[in-house]
């Protein structure tokens, strides 16, 4: 189904851009390609966090090297799940607003 954006005002046209945004992340986290990204994002993480663990403590290049790499892993995820909560709010917002219309 596809709604005609240009009738709403400018933030509920950004929110329903966001509630489209929120089931694209959703549905791209669900899929093959996703749960693989996720994987490989999880893989570098915990592989950064080891070598992390046996880096030489004065090697401070090499420790913010790893240290990039683990929150990059880490970081890949919770980026996907912010855009669903964020569409998720917005269609909450949006459902909420119609009610108070009627």
């Not at 005002?9 to 390609?33: C, H, I, N």
């Not at 915990?46 to 683990?70: F, M, V, Y």
């Not at 964020?86 to 009627?102: R, V």
Request: charged share 35%; no cysteine; aromatic share 6%.
């Amino acid at each position: 189904m596809t709604i005609d954006v240009s009738q709403f005002d400018p933030e509920t046209r950004r929110m329903l851009e966001s509630v489209k945004l929120g089931y694209a992340a959703q549905d791209f986290l669900v899929g093959d390609v996703g749960k693989e990204i996720v994987k490989r994002a999880r893989l570098i993480a915990n592989d950064a966090a080891r070598r992390l663990k046996e880096a030489d403590p004065h090697d401070w290049k090499r420790i913010t090297e790893l240290q990039n790499l683990a929150r990059w892993g880490e970081g890949f995820e919770q980026f996907i799940e912010e855009m669903i909560a964020l569409g998720e709010t917005a269609e909450e917002q949006i459902k909420h607003g119609e009610q108070n219309d009627e």
